[in-house]
């Protein structure tokens, strides 16, 4: 057909709209699926509720004529779709292109819609499987300057929430994007890291394998960089919708409410979870089921020093985010890695208005060679500070121990909490009672007559001023509860801060200082 034939080019539009749509092409689409694994539309589809997307930007290829050809859509599948019927930004790597490499033009691409979504006020998702940055389009100093990354423009404040799913090997850019994202995902089996491993061995003689350098395992154990985890991509994905509905489309408003269920778990059943004797442990996810809305409960970064609970959850419909001692593991002592979960966690519900609740039961923080390695002073304080910065409502609730700095920490008393409540069983201090007589009496018991009976009577004293009767006598507890009214407690002090509104000044924290 002659031009003379088609003024309008529609034959024309049609053949460039259907090779971009083809992607890298079958025999890549292919190996593609044999790795379980679908290509950036099919995972675009599975995203969005059925005929949403819109695609922008089909058209793109690359700015460099010998590219031209072979980069349809430049790499990048971008536009606007629906989650449960609320309208969002996705972007996803073709990895069939160049190995999803990132170019000028499709980075550019998915950039700007990131942009406009965040001035429009919608949340971003972003499919991550991609390979760094195209070395032709940023070689030399023209190259490098002219490359489009997240580091650059305006400065990330969490305005609109961001997503991130890890779903292949992402090294350099979809990783950028993920450190500055507000919830990670990835699933198992993929990569994340800053370059893979034949760059590193070109480049220092290094040899590590891809899991070595961003596998799951690393992320959930060692860096805490992601927050969720999946079996496979369909897994993934329904935990990229749930994990959207814990926030508002933007900061200007408040979390969206859910239907207060009908019923829930038996009055009695924390007596049952919760042991009366301190030396004995429980699983505190299980209170946290017990106490709020059923099936609600999302943790973030389960496996990241998990003596420290973080995670979203709904008690009366209403979104709370809860920070919670563990005494399943290491006792509910804290290290590093909660401090920097905490600060992260803090952060985030600063920035999208969701009030916050702590659950007391911790011997305080580790001491030792280990932790001060860790920098421990630094990540204490660190926590302090986005504590006293945060501004949405904060509710305490402290169960059993609540020892020294972490007391302060988690929101304890004149720690500027909305509600402080407590259980008969609360025990407040600045060091466990053991201790504590070893400290205070240990010179004294040596010279006594019958040092035992001396130690079992210093150890009642000191049991009777932990416990939360002269705290509460002086104002500090504003309640102390039978814990069958746990949940009913909790509702009421929610009821009080509903509709509250943050300052975010933790906005534009970084990520997980």
Not at 244 to 251: E, G, I, R, T, V
Not at 260 to 280: F, I, K, N, S, Y
Not at 328 to 341: D, I, L, N
Request: hydrophobic share 40%; with cysteine; net charge neutral.
């Amino acid at each position: 057909m002659t031009e003379s034939s088609d003024p309008y080019r529609l034959q024309e539009l049609a053949q460039r709209e259907a090779r971009a749509l083809a992607m890298g092409g079958e025999d890549k689409l292919a190996r593609q699926r044999a790795k379980g694994r679908g290509s950036a539309r099919e995972r675009l589809e599975r995203l969005l509720d059925a005929g949403s997307f819109d695609e922008q930007g089909l058209l793109a290829t690359s700015d460099l004529p010998e590219a031209a050809d072979k980069t349809p859509a430049d790499g990048k599948v971008c536009g606007w779709g629906r989650i449960d019927g609320r309208g969002v930004y996705a972007s996803a790597d073709d990895v069939t292109v160049l190995a999803g490499a990132g170019g000028r033009v499709g980075v550019g691409k998915a950039y700007r819609g990131m942009q406009l979504a965040a001035e429009r006020g919608l949340p971003c998702v972003v499919l991550g499987d991609a390979g760094g940055a195209r070395v032709p389009d940023i070689m030399g100093s023209a190259g490098m300057m002219s490359m489009v990354y997240p580091i650059q423009g305006a400065p990330r404040d969490r305005r609109v929430p961001l997503v991130t799913a890890i779903l292949g090997e992402c090294f350099g850019g979809s990783a950028w994007t993920a450190s500055v994202s507000d919830i990670v995902l990835q699933v198992k089996g993929t990569a994340m890291c800053v370059g893979g491993p034949s760059i590193l061995e070109i480049a220092t003689g290094e040899k590590a394998s891809t899991e070595q350098l961003g596998g799951w395992e690393l992320h959930a154990r060692t860096t805490g960089q992601v927050d969720l985890f999946a079996q496979d991509e369909e897994e993934c994905l329904a935990l990229v919708r749930r994990a959207l509905s814990y926030f508002p489309d933007h900061a200007g408003l408040p979390p969206p409410a859910a239907p207060a269920p009908e019923g829930g778990a038996r009055r009695d059943a924390l007596l049952d979870l919760v042991p009366e004797d301190p030396r004995q442990v429980y699983d505190m996810r299980r209170v946290l089921e017990a106490v709020c809305d059923p099936g609600s409960v999302l943790e973030l970064k389960p496996l990241f020093d998990p003596s420290l609970i973080t995670a979203l959850a709904r008690i009366g419909g209403q979104v709370v985010g809860i920070l919670a001692n563990n005494p399943k593991f290491t006792a509910g002592a804290m290290g590093p890695g909660a401090c920097q979960k905490a600060v992260s966690f803090l952060c985030l519900c600063d920035s999208f208005h969701i009030p916050l609740l702590f659950l007391h039961d911790t011997p305080g923080f580790f001491v030792g060679r280990r932790a001060e390695e860790g920098g421990m002073p630094l990540r204490i304080m660190n926590w302090i500070a986005a504590l006293q910065q945060c501004s949405v409502p904060r509710i305490s609730l402290i169960l059993r121990k609540s020892y020294g700095m972490a007391h302060c920490n988690m929101s304890g008393g004149n720690m500027g909490s909305d509600c402080l409540l407590a259980w008969p069983t609360a025990d407040v201090s600045f060091m466990a009672p053991a201790v504590a007589v070893n400290v205070v009496y240990g010179r004294k018991l040596l010279e006594m007559p019958d040092p035992h009976a001396a130690r079992s009577a210093f150890m009642d004293e000191i049991a009777r001023a932990n416990a939360p009767w002269d705290a509460a006598a002086r104002g500090y507890i504003d309640r102390v509860i039978d814990p069958r009214d746990t949940r009913v407690e909790l509702l009421r002090a929610l009821s009080r801060v509903k509709g509250a509104r943050s300052q975010r000044r933790l906005a534009n924290w970084p990520r997980m200082a």
